[in-house]
Protein backbone atom coordinates (compact mmCIF):
# COMPACT_ATOMS: atom_id res chain seq x y z
CA UNK A 1 0.00 0.00 0.00
CA UNK A 2 1.56 3.43 -1.15
CA UNK A 3 0.36 6.33 0.66
CA UNK A 4 0.59 9.61 -2.24
CA UNK A 5 3.86 11.69 -1.70
CA UNK A 6 3.38 14.49 1.11
CA UNK A 7 4.59 17.25 -1.03
CA UNK A 8 1.48 16.48 -3.80
CA UNK A 9 -0.72 16.21 -1.19
CA UNK A 10 -0.21 19.79 0.42
CA UNK A 11 -0.04 21.16 -3.46
CA UNK A 12 -2.98 20.08 -4.55
CA UNK A 13 -5.10 21.44 -1.44
CA UNK A 14 -7.20 24.86 -2.30
CA UNK A 15 -5.96 28.14 -1.07
CA UNK A 16 -8.18 27.71 2.00
CA UNK A 17 -6.23 25.14 3.20
CA UNK A 18 -2.91 26.34 2.76
CA UNK A 19 -3.92 28.68 5.39
CA UNK A 20 -4.21 25.65 8.03
CA UNK A 21 -0.95 26.75 9.77
CA UNK A 22 -2.63 30.09 10.68
CA UNK A 23 -5.89 28.72 11.49
CA UNK A 24 -4.70 26.67 13.49
CA UNK A 25 -2.34 29.24 15.51
CA UNK A 26 -6.00 31.32 15.99
CA UNK A 27 -8.54 28.55 17.01
CA UNK A 28 -8.10 26.08 20.20
CA UNK A 29 -9.50 23.02 19.77
CA UNK A 30 -12.84 21.86 21.73
CA UNK A 31 -13.98 18.68 23.25
CA UNK A 32 -16.92 18.83 20.65
CA UNK A 33 -14.22 18.78 17.92
CA UNK A 34 -12.95 15.49 18.84
CA UNK A 35 -16.60 13.99 18.88
CA UNK A 36 -16.78 15.42 15.16
CA UNK A 37 -13.88 13.48 14.79
CA UNK A 38 -16.05 10.49 15.63
CA UNK A 39 -18.99 11.09 12.70
CA UNK A 40 -21.55 10.90 15.14
CA UNK A 41 -24.88 10.40 12.68
CA UNK A 42 -22.85 7.91 11.05
CA UNK A 43 -22.10 6.21 14.09
CA UNK A 44 -25.82 6.45 14.94
CA UNK A 45 -27.09 4.10 12.08
CA UNK A 46 -23.98 1.84 13.08
CA UNK A 47 -25.49 1.54 16.60
CA UNK A 48 -29.09 1.27 15.29
CA UNK A 49 -28.14 -2.00 13.05
CA UNK A 50 -25.77 -3.64 15.88
CA UNK A 51 -28.33 -3.46 18.11
CA UNK A 52 -31.41 -4.76 16.06
CA UNK A 53 -28.23 -7.90 15.43
CA UNK A 54 -27.65 -7.97 19.41
CA UNK A 55 -31.73 -8.12 19.62
CA UNK A 56 -32.09 -10.56 16.76
CA UNK A 57 -29.56 -12.93 18.36
CA UNK A 58 -32.36 -13.67 20.88
CA UNK A 59 -30.04 -15.09 23.81
CA UNK A 60 -30.27 -14.08 27.22
CA UNK A 61 -27.77 -11.00 28.29
CA UNK A 62 -27.39 -9.01 31.19
CA UNK A 63 -28.78 -5.69 29.78
CA UNK A 64 -25.35 -3.90 31.15
CA UNK A 65 -23.53 -6.11 29.28
CA UNK A 66 -25.82 -5.33 26.05
CA UNK A 67 -25.07 -1.53 26.63
CA UNK A 68 -20.94 -2.42 27.01
CA UNK A 69 -21.44 -3.76 23.43
CA UNK A 70 -23.12 -1.35 22.01
CA UNK A 71 -20.88 0.92 23.11
CA UNK A 72 -18.01 -0.56 21.86
CA UNK A 73 -19.43 -0.82 18.54
CA UNK A 74 -20.24 2.55 18.98
CA UNK A 75 -16.53 3.68 19.63
CA UNK A 76 -15.01 1.63 17.27
CA UNK A 77 -17.10 2.83 14.47
CA UNK A 78 -15.90 6.54 15.77
CA UNK A 79 -11.88 5.41 16.02
CA UNK A 80 -12.59 4.41 12.11
CA UNK A 81 -13.85 7.31 11.07
CA UNK A 82 -10.90 9.71 13.10
CA UNK A 83 -8.54 7.49 11.20
CA UNK A 84 -10.35 8.38 7.63
CA UNK A 85 -10.38 12.05 8.98
CA UNK A 86 -6.86 11.88 9.59
CA UNK A 87 -6.01 10.03 6.11
CA UNK A 88 -8.28 11.71 3.71
CA UNK A 89 -8.04 15.55 4.97
CA UNK A 90 -6.24 15.80 1.14
CA UNK A 91 -9.30 14.81 0.31
CA UNK A 92 -12.01 16.54 2.76
CA UNK A 93 -10.46 20.09 2.15
CA UNK A 94 -11.67 19.91 -1.39
CA UNK A 95 -15.09 18.84 -1.18
CA UNK A 96 -17.60 21.19 -0.18
CA UNK A 97 -19.66 18.46 2.21
CA UNK A 98 -16.32 17.88 3.99
CA UNK A 99 -13.98 20.51 3.69
CA UNK A 100 -15.77 22.24 7.69
CA UNK A 101 -14.16 18.78 9.50
CA UNK A 102 -11.91 19.57 11.86
CA UNK A 103 -8.94 17.96 10.38
CA UNK A 104 -8.91 20.15 7.03
CA UNK A 105 -10.80 23.06 8.81
CA UNK A 106 -7.45 23.56 11.03
CA UNK A 107 -9.14 22.89 13.89
CA UNK A 108 -7.40 19.62 15.05
CA UNK A 109 -3.65 18.54 13.87
CA UNK A 110 -3.77 15.26 11.77
CA UNK A 111 -1.46 13.12 14.46
CA UNK A 112 -3.96 14.22 17.04
CA UNK A 113 -6.92 12.31 14.48
CA UNK A 114 -4.59 9.61 14.28
CA UNK A 115 -3.47 8.96 17.91
CA UNK A 116 -7.27 8.97 19.24
CA UNK A 117 -8.42 6.66 16.28
CA UNK A 118 -5.52 4.02 17.46
CA UNK A 119 -6.60 5.02 21.18
CA UNK A 120 -9.89 4.20 20.51
CA UNK A 121 -9.75 1.13 18.17
CA UNK A 122 -7.27 -0.80 20.81
CA UNK A 123 -9.60 0.53 24.18
CA UNK A 124 -12.97 -0.70 22.50
CA UNK A 125 -12.02 -3.78 20.95
CA UNK A 126 -9.92 -5.10 24.41
CA UNK A 127 -13.24 -3.79 25.95
CA UNK A 128 -15.99 -6.06 24.04
CA UNK A 129 -13.74 -9.26 24.14
CA UNK A 130 -13.03 -8.85 27.53
CA UNK A 131 -17.00 -7.83 28.61
CA UNK A 132 -18.72 -10.17 26.08
CA UNK A 133 -16.49 -12.53 23.88
CA UNK A 134 -13.45 -12.71 21.31
CA UNK A 135 -15.81 -13.71 18.16
CA UNK A 136 -17.20 -10.10 18.46
CA UNK A 137 -14.11 -8.44 19.57
CA UNK A 138 -12.44 -10.14 16.23
CA UNK A 139 -15.23 -8.76 14.02
CA UNK A 140 -15.05 -5.31 15.86
CA UNK A 141 -10.82 -5.44 14.94
CA UNK A 142 -11.91 -6.35 11.57
CA UNK A 143 -14.28 -4.22 10.67
CA UNK A 144 -12.67 -1.33 11.91
CA UNK A 145 -8.93 -2.02 9.97
CA UNK A 146 -11.21 -2.88 6.84
CA UNK A 147 -12.76 0.15 7.08
CA UNK A 148 -9.68 2.57 8.03
CA UNK A 149 -7.08 0.46 5.88
CA UNK A 150 -8.50 -1.39 3.14
CA UNK A 151 -11.16 1.08 2.39
CA UNK A 152 -9.75 4.45 3.04
CA UNK A 153 -6.52 3.91 2.53
CA UNK A 154 -6.30 1.81 -0.76
CA UNK A 155 -9.72 1.26 -2.38
CA UNK A 156 -10.94 5.02 -1.83
CA UNK A 157 -8.43 6.55 -4.15
CA UNK A 158 -7.77 3.73 -6.46
CA UNK A 159 -11.22 1.96 -7.79
CA UNK A 160 -14.65 3.06 -8.52
CA UNK A 161 -15.97 -0.24 -6.95
CA UNK A 162 -14.65 1.36 -3.84
CA UNK A 163 -17.93 1.60 -1.97
CA UNK A 164 -19.03 -1.54 -2.97
CA UNK A 165 -16.39 -3.42 -1.29
CA UNK A 166 -15.81 -0.92 1.52
CA UNK A 167 -19.37 -1.36 2.11
CA UNK A 168 -18.64 -4.51 3.68
CA UNK A 169 -17.48 -2.31 6.78
CA UNK A 170 -20.33 -0.53 7.01
CA UNK A 171 -22.45 -3.45 6.77
CA UNK A 172 -21.11 -5.81 9.68
CA UNK A 173 -21.97 -4.29 12.64
CA UNK A 174 -25.13 -5.98 12.94
CA UNK A 175 -23.08 -9.58 12.95
CA UNK A 176 -21.19 -7.66 15.54
CA UNK A 177 -23.89 -7.03 17.66
CA UNK A 178 -25.35 -11.12 17.14
CA UNK A 179 -21.94 -12.09 18.29
CA UNK A 180 -21.26 -10.14 21.27
CA UNK A 181 -24.79 -11.41 22.25
CA UNK A 182 -24.28 -15.02 21.61
CA UNK A 183 -20.74 -15.75 21.01
CA UNK A 184 -21.78 -17.13 17.40
CA UNK A 185 -22.29 -15.09 13.73
CA UNK A 186 -25.20 -17.89 12.23
CA UNK A 187 -26.26 -17.15 8.83
CA UNK A 188 -29.22 -14.92 9.77
CA UNK A 189 -27.20 -12.74 11.17
CA UNK A 190 -25.24 -12.70 7.69
CA UNK A 191 -28.31 -11.85 5.98
CA UNK A 192 -28.53 -8.58 7.71
CA UNK A 193 -25.22 -7.70 6.81
CA UNK A 194 -25.83 -9.01 3.08
CA UNK A 195 -28.93 -6.84 3.22
CA UNK A 196 -26.53 -3.31 4.45
CA UNK A 197 -24.11 -4.50 1.88
CA UNK A 198 -26.20 -4.66 -1.55
CA UNK A 199 -28.14 -1.29 0.25
CA UNK A 200 -24.76 1.28 0.25
CA UNK A 201 -23.95 0.67 -3.34
CA UNK A 202 -27.61 2.13 -4.71
CA UNK A 203 -27.29 4.83 -1.52
CA UNK A 204 -24.16 5.73 -1.98
CA UNK A 205 -23.96 6.36 -5.75
CA UNK A 206 -26.92 7.75 -5.88
CA UNK A 207 -25.45 10.77 -3.25
CA UNK A 208 -22.48 11.13 -5.65
CA UNK A 209 -25.13 11.07 -8.84
CA UNK A 210 -25.54 14.58 -7.45
CA UNK A 211 -22.04 15.12 -5.58
CA UNK A 212 -19.88 13.71 -8.50
CA UNK A 213 -18.69 17.49 -9.37
CA UNK A 214 -16.92 17.49 -6.32
CA UNK A 215 -15.26 13.81 -6.20
CA UNK A 216 -13.86 14.76 -9.46
CA UNK A 217 -12.63 18.08 -8.01
CA UNK A 218 -10.94 15.86 -5.00
CA UNK A 219 -10.04 13.24 -7.48
CA UNK A 220 -11.73 10.53 -5.75
CA UNK A 221 -12.96 7.86 -8.49
CA UNK A 222 -16.63 7.31 -7.40
CA UNK A 223 -18.55 5.47 -10.07
CA UNK A 224 -19.87 8.56 -12.19
CA UNK A 225 -16.80 10.31 -12.31
CA UNK A 226 -15.20 7.32 -13.73
CA UNK A 227 -17.70 5.42 -15.99
CA UNK A 228 -20.52 8.24 -15.93
CA UNK A 229 -23.53 8.95 -14.73
CA UNK A 230 -25.72 6.97 -17.35
CA UNK A 231 -23.60 3.95 -16.36
CA UNK A 232 -24.14 5.08 -12.88
CA UNK A 233 -27.63 4.64 -13.05
CA UNK A 234 -27.74 1.72 -14.78
CA UNK A 235 -25.59 0.14 -11.63
CA UNK A 236 -28.20 1.77 -9.34
CA UNK A 237 -31.33 -0.10 -10.70
CA UNK A 238 -28.91 -3.48 -11.00
CA UNK A 239 -28.24 -3.34 -7.16
CA UNK A 240 -31.84 -2.63 -6.42
CA UNK A 241 -32.78 -5.77 -8.23
CA UNK A 242 -30.83 -7.87 -6.17
CA UNK A 243 -31.09 -5.78 -2.96
CA UNK A 244 -35.47 -6.58 -2.79
CA UNK A 245 -35.29 -10.10 -2.96
CA UNK A 246 -32.76 -10.49 -0.11
CA UNK A 247 -34.60 -7.79 2.20
CA UNK A 248 -37.58 -10.74 2.02
CA UNK A 249 -35.07 -13.45 2.66
CA UNK A 250 -35.57 -12.96 6.39
CA UNK A 251 -39.31 -13.52 6.51
CA UNK A 252 -37.94 -16.96 4.94
CA UNK A 253 -35.53 -17.74 7.30
CA UNK A 254 -37.25 -17.74 10.75
CA UNK A 255 -35.87 -13.72 11.23
CA UNK A 256 -38.64 -11.48 10.39
CA UNK A 257 -42.10 -11.70 10.80
CA UNK A 258 -45.20 -10.10 9.60
CA UNK A 259 -44.44 -6.42 9.91
CA UNK A 260 -41.10 -7.16 8.52
CA UNK A 261 -42.53 -8.63 5.64
CA UNK A 262 -44.78 -6.13 5.10
CA UNK A 263 -42.33 -3.16 5.26
CA UNK A 264 -39.69 -5.38 3.23
CA UNK A 265 -42.51 -5.61 0.61
CA UNK A 266 -43.98 -2.47 0.25
CA UNK A 267 -41.05 -0.18 0.51
CA UNK A 268 -39.16 -2.87 -1.78
CA UNK A 269 -41.65 -1.88 -4.41
CA UNK A 270 -40.84 2.03 -3.63
CA UNK A 271 -37.27 1.49 -3.79
CA UNK A 272 -37.57 -0.15 -7.12
CA UNK A 273 -40.03 2.47 -8.39
CA UNK A 274 -37.66 5.23 -7.63
CA UNK A 275 -34.70 3.35 -8.69
CA UNK A 276 -36.54 2.52 -12.05
CA UNK A 277 -37.14 6.67 -12.25
CA UNK A 278 -33.37 7.02 -11.88
CA UNK A 279 -32.67 5.20 -14.64
CA UNK A 280 -34.78 6.75 -16.52
CA UNK A 281 -33.66 10.10 -15.73
CA UNK A 282 -30.77 12.13 -16.26
CA UNK A 283 -29.61 12.62 -13.09
CA UNK A 284 -25.85 13.05 -12.90
CA UNK A 285 -25.92 14.50 -16.62
CA UNK A 286 -26.29 18.26 -15.64
CA UNK A 287 -22.72 20.09 -15.29
CA UNK A 288 -22.19 23.44 -12.86
CA UNK A 289 -21.68 24.29 -9.36
CA UNK A 290 -24.54 23.02 -7.15
CA UNK A 291 -26.24 26.47 -5.62
CA UNK A 292 -24.96 25.99 -1.26
CA UNK A 293 -23.45 23.00 0.92
CA UNK A 294 -26.82 21.34 1.81
CA UNK A 295 -26.91 17.45 0.64
CA UNK A 296 -30.30 17.69 -0.81
CA UNK A 297 -29.52 21.28 -3.07
CA UNK A 298 -29.42 19.62 -6.40
CA UNK A 299 -29.24 20.48 -9.74
CA UNK A 300 -31.99 19.89 -12.58
CA UNK A 301 -32.22 16.47 -13.46
CA UNK A 302 -30.74 15.06 -9.94
CA UNK A 303 -34.29 15.18 -8.09
CA UNK A 304 -34.86 11.57 -9.00
CA UNK A 305 -31.25 10.73 -7.58
CA UNK A 306 -31.68 12.60 -4.24
CA UNK A 307 -35.38 11.09 -3.94
CA UNK A 308 -33.30 7.62 -4.39
CA UNK A 309 -31.10 8.87 -1.42
CA UNK A 310 -33.49 9.99 1.14
CA UNK A 311 -35.56 6.77 0.55
CA UNK A 312 -32.78 4.40 0.93
CA UNK A 313 -32.06 5.69 4.17
CA UNK A 314 -35.60 5.18 5.71
CA UNK A 315 -36.18 1.87 4.22
CA UNK A 316 -32.66 0.26 5.50
CA UNK A 317 -34.17 2.18 9.42
CA UNK A 318 -37.64 0.91 9.20
CA UNK A 319 -36.48 -2.95 7.69
CA UNK A 320 -34.76 -2.96 11.16
CA UNK A 321 -36.85 -0.96 13.34
CA UNK A 322 -39.28 -3.83 12.12
CA UNK A 323 -36.83 -6.62 13.07
CA UNK A 324 -36.31 -4.99 16.07
CA UNK A 325 -39.77 -4.12 17.16
CA UNK A 326 -40.78 -7.87 16.33
CA UNK A 327 -38.51 -8.99 18.57
CA UNK A 328 -38.65 -6.40 21.72
CA UNK A 329 -42.17 -7.90 21.34
CA UNK A 330 -41.88 -11.40 20.98
CA UNK A 331 -43.41 -12.16 17.91
CA UNK A 332 -43.24 -15.45 16.12
CA UNK A 333 -41.01 -14.96 12.49
CA UNK A 334 -42.99 -16.84 9.61
CA UNK A 335 -40.33 -19.23 8.85
CA UNK A 336 -42.04 -19.45 5.29
CA UNK A 337 -39.50 -21.65 4.58
CA UNK A 338 -38.24 -25.48 6.82
CA UNK A 339 -35.78 -24.38 9.89
CA UNK A 340 -32.60 -24.61 8.98
CA UNK A 341 -29.81 -24.85 12.49
CA UNK A 342 -27.10 -22.84 10.74
CA UNK A 343 -29.55 -19.88 10.23
CA UNK A 344 -29.90 -19.56 13.90
CA UNK B 1 -5.14 40.87 14.90
CA UNK B 2 -6.90 39.60 17.39
CA UNK B 3 -6.27 40.34 21.32
CA UNK B 4 -3.05 37.72 22.54
CA UNK B 5 -4.34 38.02 25.88
CA UNK B 6 -7.79 36.99 25.14
CA UNK B 7 -6.20 34.57 22.44
CA UNK B 8 -4.41 32.68 25.63
CA UNK B 9 -7.37 32.35 27.69
CA UNK B 10 -9.06 30.57 24.88
CA UNK B 11 -6.64 28.05 24.59
CA UNK B 12 -6.57 27.61 28.13
CA UNK B 13 -10.59 27.38 28.52
CA UNK B 14 -10.32 25.37 25.72
CA UNK B 15 -7.46 22.82 26.93
CA UNK B 16 -9.68 22.74 30.09
CA UNK B 17 -12.49 21.51 28.94
CA UNK B 18 -10.63 18.81 26.75
CA UNK B 19 -8.66 17.70 29.94
CA UNK B 20 -12.05 17.79 31.74
CA UNK B 21 -13.44 15.45 28.95
CA UNK B 22 -10.36 13.04 29.23
CA UNK B 23 -10.84 12.52 32.90
CA UNK B 24 -14.67 11.79 32.31
CA UNK B 25 -13.65 9.64 29.71
CA UNK B 26 -11.18 7.36 31.65
CA UNK B 27 -13.01 7.59 35.26
CA UNK B 28 -16.28 6.00 33.10
CA UNK B 29 -13.82 3.52 31.71
CA UNK B 30 -12.59 2.48 35.52
CA UNK B 31 -16.44 2.20 36.66
CA UNK B 32 -16.79 0.12 33.14
CA UNK B 33 -13.84 -2.07 33.83
CA UNK B 34 -14.92 -3.14 37.51
CA UNK B 35 -18.20 -3.19 37.15
CA UNK B 36 -17.95 -5.93 33.97
CA UNK B 37 -15.41 -7.21 36.25
CA UNK B 38 -18.13 -7.74 39.25
CA UNK B 39 -20.31 -9.48 36.46
CA UNK B 40 -18.74 -11.85 34.49
CA UNK B 41 -16.88 -12.63 38.29
CA UNK B 42 -19.95 -12.95 39.54
CA UNK B 43 -21.56 -15.05 37.13
CA UNK B 44 -18.98 -17.62 37.48
CA UNK B 45 -18.79 -17.99 41.42
CA UNK B 46 -22.31 -18.61 41.13
CA UNK B 47 -21.84 -21.53 38.90
CA UNK B 48 -19.00 -22.57 40.27
CA UNK B 49 -18.74 -26.62 40.60
CA UNK B 50 -19.35 -27.14 44.38
Known amino acids: MRRPRLEGRIARLPPMTRSTAEVRERTPALWSDYVQLLKPRVMSLVVFTAFTGLVCANTPIHPFLAAIAVLCIAVGAGASGALNMWYDADIDAQMRRTRGRPVPAGKIQGADALALGITLSLFSVMLMGMALNWLAAGLLAFTIVFYAVVYTMWLKRSTAQNIVIGGLAGALPPAIGWAAASGTAPANAWLLVLIIFLWTPPHFWALSLYTSEDYAKAGVPMMPVVKGAASTRRQIFGYSLALIPVCLAPAFTGLGGPIYLAVAAIGGVFFLLLAWRVLRSHAGEARGERNDDGLYDVKAGSKDARNLFAFSILYLTLLFAALLAEHAMGMSPLELLPPLELLR | ?50
Open chain 2, 1 to 50: MSDPKSESEAFARARRGRNIAIALGLVAFVIIVFLVTVLRLGANVANRPL
